[in-house]
């Protein structure tokens, strides 16, 4: 019964592990999804999916700034 027992928690340990760095690969990985980041003075950020309203406008603004050179 130990026996068994052991290898379960074996196996619980090396799925958990295998879940955890999927999740860690996953989450450095790039999404390819643009992302706009406001900066603001008191040092917070407020990230906006390029692919709604909002992110949008800054998404365009911004590029027509590296289209300019500026």
Sequence with gaps: MKK????LVLVGALAGGAVAVG???RKSAPS??????ISFDD???QPLSASSVE???FT????KLVALGV
């Design 4 to 7: 068994i027992l052991g290898r």
């Design 23 to 25: 999740n860690y690969l």
């Design 32 to 37: 390819g999804e643009e992302v706009v980041q």
């Design 43 to 45: 040092n917070t950020t």
């Design 55 to 57: 992110g949008q406008e």
């Design 60 to 63: 365009d603004i911004a590029r």
